[in-house]
Structures are given as C-alpha cells and as structure tokens.
C-alpha cells in the first residue's frame, strides 16, 4: 500500500493494530508530553494571520470514469474542531473493492502528535510527529505492506541549518535497522513558504503572488504555473490549523495539485504544464463561496487520472 500522508483526497493512511492501539498510543504521548515540558521553551511558528471562522465540517468525495461514466470510489466525512480535523469517515474503493475507512487525529501541546487511518477496523497507516523547540524535528510512519499484518516503516528527520531544513528519510522492515533512502534540503522564506527543493540532482523552486499562492514550480526539465480566484481556500485553512504551514511547506513533497490546494490562500483555479513532457491542464469547473468569501463548494476533473474531485465545506 503505498504511503501518502499529506493530501486529503488521498491522505488518509497511517498503521497499528485496533486491539493495542490505545495503550501503545497513551504511553507515547506521556513521553512526548514530558519531553517537550522538560527540553522545550516553545517557539511560535511565524505565519500569515489564520481566518477566525468556524468549519465544521468537509465532505470530500471522488468520482473515477467508467467508461463515460463518473462513478463514486472515494467518500470521506471529516470532523473539524477549531477548524483542526479530528476524525474521518467513509468508504474508500482501493484497488476497486469497496472498503470501509476511518481516521483519528491527535494533538499534544497544541500540535498533531498522531495521524493514523483503520481499513475495515485494521490500521493500515500511522504517523507520529516529534517536535525541538516547538519545530518538527521527527514523523515516524508505520505502513500496511500486505493486508492484514505486514508493515514497512519510514523515518524522517529534520535539521534546521540557517535558512534550510535538512531532511533525511528512513526505512526499515522491521522498525528496529533502518537504511538511508533520501536526503533533501528545503528553503523557507520569511512567510513559511517553500522557495527551494533539492534532492540529489532534482531542483525544484517555487515562485508566490503577493497573496502568497504558488504561481510557478519549476526544475529543469518542467514548470507548471498556476492562477487563483479571489475565494479564500478553506482547505488551506483546515490544513494549516491541523498541521501548521511549516509543517505543511515540509511535507508537502507529494503531487503538484495536492500542494496548490492544501497550501494557498486562494483558490486555484487553473494548473498548466507550461514546458516539458506530457500535457497538463486543469480547470476548476464548479466554485462556490459564501458571504464571506470563503470557499464552500469546489469540483474539478483531473484528466492525468480520469477523475472529479468534489469537495464541500460546512461551517458553524
């Protein structure tokens, strides 16, 4: 089953056994709890001002071409509490066989210490985050490889170097020796924004709008380039409650559309490759927002994967 921690759509999966999930989960966040008591004098994150509205709510549905029909495969509810996501539930059609999914999220001293995701009540995915000075410095993740008992395991550390993040990820079979597969660096701007990605030979840099929404990824065989309407993205600001947007700049190492939905102030609404192999465009056909401007209603086709995401925001 392949790892994907940070985008909603296909987000959810994290790891343990239903049975000793409880106790095991306790025992670690004491630790935790006690260690950032002990060895933390707590550094704010610097960030843009987070709306004070109040999502309740964010039903996310995706619908995948049959032949010329779209037909539903994914289905989430996700409960939102000082608009932090804090449970999930719904049906997922992997590998076209209906499952049943849900999720918890858990925080400690204000920040998400547990992400984990159950397949039919078996956890299929778990993540730990560890924090120094209030700033990620660990995310352990625990994924199911062959269901309903086989797991493989991931590490990644992060070191702040002047301006950069230095990370390196892990693996391991077995949660005990685990191998070096990847080191990176990451630059951050004053706003927390992603400006620079390299790993190995693959540069990747990212260009913002005074609003601070990603107008251009580039490396050196590719650019994508982005425009936004004037809706205020309510996702951004689920994820940016949920994670903080540092933590998201970090992460967010997963597809080019996860990253323009989950961390812009605006809403996107068209993504085109604008050189390089392949095609891609992307339009935003439906867009809904209420009195205030923030995003209630959003469905768009990704022609890359033959499919229509809908999402719908529900505040208090």
Sequence with gaps: MKKIIFYLTILFFTSC??????NDTNEEIEIEANNEEENQEEQEEPTDDIPTVAIGK????????????LVLSDSLEIILEDNRMQSFSGLSSMNLNPREVRGEIEYVNDK????????????????????VNGLLSEVKSRDLESFPSEYSYTKMEFENDQDAVLVKIFSSDDDETYELTESSKIVLNQHNNRVLYESGENVMTYDYDDNQNIVKISNDISSHEYTYSDIINTEAIIYEATFGKRTNMLLGNGSLLGFVKTLNKNVFRT???ISGPNNFNLTVNIEEANEGGYLTKLSYYNSDANSENQSEFMFN
């Design 17 to 22: 056994s239903s049975d000793n999930t409880s």
């Design 58 to 69: 964010w039903i996310d549905k995706t619908y995948r071409l049959d032949n010329t029909d």
């Design 112 to 131: 998400i210490y547990r992400f984990e995701l159950f397949i039919d009540n078996i956890s299929a995915e778990r993540s730990l985050y560890s924090y």
């Design 271 to 273: 993504g085109t490759k």
